[in-house]
Structures are given as C-alpha cells and as structure tokens.
C-alpha cells in the first residue's frame, strides 16, 4: 500500500474545472508548509495553492492546462520516513501513450485515433464532446482539435458507444494518437477518424476550406495560432482581445506563452481588433483596423524628463486590471445617464438610521439601490441575464455585487439573494464585505454568481462616470454623489430636490438603448418612492 501523501486543491468556492496555470515544484522538491505549489486561474481571480505541511514532492498528478477542482489531486509528497509507492491518483491518469496497441484491443472494441491531420504535431485538444458510456453515430464530432488555420472537431468513424477515452482537454496529439475506445460489436479493429470538419460554433475553418474563405489578415493570426506554444485558455484570450500569438515572444517555461504575456501584448497596442469585428481584408499586413495600422505602445524614457520611482502593480491590480480590459475590449458597451429624485428616500433613511442607532448597523444609499435593482432587473429580465453563444442565460436569482475600493484595487464582493433580504440585514453583509475586500480576505465564492453590478463613487464624488461591465453580466449601474437641484414641472415654480446621479452601461449584444433608458427611468421611480417595489 502507498505511504504517499496525497496534496489535495482545497476549498475554492463555487470554482470548478479550473485550469492550473503554474506549478511551481518539481519531484524531488524539498517544500514547507505555505510554500505555494500551484497556481490556478479561474475568470475571476488567479489563486495560489499552498503547500498544507512540509514534505518532499513526490511526483506531480496535473499538468499545466489541467482543470481541477476542490479534492483533485495535484501532488503527493513522500511520506517521512520512507520510499512511498505512487499514490492512486497518478496511476489512474489517463494517458495517451499508455493505451493500448490497436491489436491489443479486446473483441468488438475499435480504438479511434487521430486521422490525418496535415503537417501539424502536437496539437492540442481543446473540447471532448463525449464521455465514456455514451453512444455515438459514424460522422458524430467526438473531440476538437486546435491547430494550423481552424479549430478541427474529428467526427467518429463509425459508431458505437464510448469505452475509454485516451485524452484529456490541454493534452497534445498527432495523427495516430489514441483518442477513445469505442464498443462496435465486431471484430477487433483500429479505426482512425475520419477528416476533421470545421467547427461551426467557432465560425473559423478547417484547413483547407477555412483558409480560403479566410481574409488575409485573419490567416495571418489563424497561422501565428498554430505555431504558438500556449495552453488553451491563453488562446481564448488572445482570440478574445484580438491578439496573433504569433507574435508574442512567451515568458513562461521553454518559452510558452502565459495569460500576463497576451495582456501585456494587448496593452502595448498588440490587439488587431475585437474578433467579432474581425480585421478588415484590406488591413495592412502588420496589423490594425478599418485599414488604420495601430501604432506601437509610447516607449518613453520618464526619467529623461524627471525624478520617477517604479511600484509594481498589486496582484489584485494585475488580476482586475486583465479582467477590465477584456471586458472593454470585448463588450461593445453604451452608458445612459438619467438621475433619481431621492428626497424622500434620504429623509427616510437619516429616520431609519436613528431608529437603528442602538443595533450598530448603518445605512446608506447603497442598500436602497440594490433593493431598486432588483425590483428593475425583475422588471427587465435581459439585464439580469448572461450571453452564452447565441443564447441569452436568463437567471432567476439576483445576487448583487458592489465595486469596493480597497488599498489593494479594485473588488467586486457579491450579496446573494438581495430580493429575500431586508435594507438592514443588506447593510450589515455589505459593511462585512467591504472589510474582508479592504483585508484582502475575501474568498473567491463571495466574489462569484453575481448577476448584476453596482458601483457607488457617492461617498467620493464626481457626477457621471462609464462603468466597465463585469462579464459575463450585461449591464453595472454606476451611481456618484446626490446634490441639491432646482427642480420644475411646470417652468415657473421650482423646488430643490436631493438628486442621485446614474449612469448605467450596458451590452449592446444583448440591450437596445431604448430598454437602458426605461430601466434608468423606472430604477430611478423606484428610489423616488420605494412603495413601488410592492407593485
Ligand atoms: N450621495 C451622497 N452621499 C453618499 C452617497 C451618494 N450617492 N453614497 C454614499 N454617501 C455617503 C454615505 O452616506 C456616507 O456618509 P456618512 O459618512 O455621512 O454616513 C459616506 O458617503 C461614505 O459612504 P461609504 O462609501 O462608506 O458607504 P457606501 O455604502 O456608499 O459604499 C462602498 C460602500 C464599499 C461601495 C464604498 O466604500 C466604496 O468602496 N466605494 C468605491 C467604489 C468604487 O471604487 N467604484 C469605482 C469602480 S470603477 O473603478
């Protein structure tokens, strides 16, 4: 039996099927407890595993690419005092070069593996449609590959149900690797697939019929795709910022291309253009848009012109700072401006609050608006809505989150449930919140499922500002500071009313600038005169 000690991924909240980014050890290691053992990344925040004991590492059971989740082994560590055995994770890995020859398979068992695919090698699997037990017909898409020119998905050459399968997703193969065992009921037999087709969904080709239809200068990326040595999530991003890969020189191991890398090429100017937008056929070959060539980043010397000192970005920084410029880049956003009269409201809560003097919660203008958003998400369901493909995911649920400033950068902690919660009990989770974000304490599930934004610069000031939408939500309402204003209904007599500032974004995929603006209209009807949300 194996002494090892298996290192397991802890608690990560809601997170599931998260790609492992770094690994920072290699068998042999002498490791403490704390020292950070992986790195893995999900769309909202990059997280550390710690190692939970000192120990030396044994072997290592992922991969960079991998997806984990809470209990997946990613390590073992030799046991004290002894040699361990391999820990029964590692023996269970799937592994392409350890299934078996064609002629080794059992009766009525064929073994699909890579059909012709070109000239290309180690091409990385980026999508298994089926799992073992499930029966597939000849020409079914089994898995998608990733490689020169398209995204490939490799049809099933004949039918049967799945036994096996050899791969996983980040894993790399070539013609004659072994994709899965399928159970035929006839005589023993090694099936390659047949030629892989172009994948519909990602509207790109294969490599002959894609090429052709591609313009010249999505070629030119779709071939920098190919040949660029970097994991599957890193070349989501870059096809979401519009960045050829091609073109980045990798600073992670052996020169493959990390997440930071794609960023900071983005940043630099390196993104030819959002992909829904594709590139004009007739853009200069060295990138741009509309036939405009982008220009390379400023490179200035500042201490030419002054003192200067150099600060790192915080962690916190580099993470939102990837995640608001996707989000830019990607979502074609449109702010409405409109404002709420909150006379009433403010007088209401300046009441509430000395009611509630003794029980330590204090409320402000926040809790109320969140409860307004509700009441207009449920009046306007698109907003409270995800795009998937070409589906809209409409949610039944309306959990809110709220941008707080903390000295490590911006945080968007989520409330859950805001619709079944009262304005205090709201208050009081929002006050604990905003310090566990200021204390960099926050966990990553109370950063999650958010369904709807809310940034308040009401205790700063300002008057309008565009907030960037937090993907995968289609709208965040932005608020500033209320001040005092002439009001008139009639243009001869006028009255001073408290005057709350909105500005709300919103994704123009999925909301037309018409609903933005009766949202605005009815979240600020409902904070004029709360007795609106019983209706
Ligand atoms: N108009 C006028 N006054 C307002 C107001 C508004 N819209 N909103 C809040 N205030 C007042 C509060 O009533 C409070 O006044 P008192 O100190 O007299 O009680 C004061 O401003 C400070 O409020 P607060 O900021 O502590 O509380 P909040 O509930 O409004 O906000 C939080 C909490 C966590 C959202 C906030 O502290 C914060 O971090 N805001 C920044 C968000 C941000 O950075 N957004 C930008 C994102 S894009 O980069």
Known sequence: M??????????????????????FVKPGDTVKAEDPLVSLESDKATMEVPAPRGGVVESISVKLGDKVSEGSVI??????????????????????????????????????????????????????????????????????LESDKATMDVPAPLSGVVTAIGIKIGDKVSEGSVILSLATGDAPVAATATSPQPSPASGRGSDTAAAAALSAGNAEIEAGFALAYA?????????????????????????????????????????????????AAAAPAGGGVGGIDLLPWPKVDFAKFGPTERKELSRIKKISAANLHRNWVVIPHVTTHDEADITDLEQFRVQMNKELEKSGVKISMLPFMMKAAVAALKKFPEFNASLDGDALVLKNYWHIGFAADTPNGLMVPVIRDVDKKSVPDIAKEMGELAKLARDGKLKPDQMSGGTFTISSLGGIGGIYFTP??????????????????????????????????LSLSWDHRVIDGAAAARFNVYFANVLADLRRVLF
């Open 231 to 279: 994991g599957p999530a890193v070349r989501k991003l870059a096809r979401e910022l519009g960045v050829d890969l091609g073109k980045i020189k990798g600073t992670g191991d052996h020169g493959r291309i990390v997440r930071a890398d794609v960023e900071a090429f983005a940043k630099g100017g390196g993104a030819a253009a959002a992909p829904a937008a594709g590139k």
């Open 75 to 144: 390590m073992t560590f030799k046991a004290e005092g002894g040699a361990a055995a391999p820990a029964p994770a590692e023996a269970a890995k799937p592994s392409v070069s350890a299934a078996p020859a064609a002629t080794n398979a059992p009766a009525g068992v064929a073994e699909v593996r890579v059909p012709d695919i070109g000239d290309f090698k180690d091409v990385p699997v980026i999508e298994i449609f089926v799992k073992v037990g499930d029966t597939v017909k000849a020409e079914d898409p089994i898995v998608s």
């Open 2 to 23: 194996s002494n090892a000690i298996d290192i397991k991924v802890p608690d990560i909240g809601d997170f599931s099927d998260v790609p492992v980014i770094e690994i």
């Open 468 to 501: 960037i939408i937090n993907a995968p939500e289609v709208a965040i309402m932005g608020v500033c500071k209320s001040y005092w204003k002439q009001h008139s209904s009639d243009g001869k007599t006028y009255t001073s009313r408290l005057t709350l500032p």
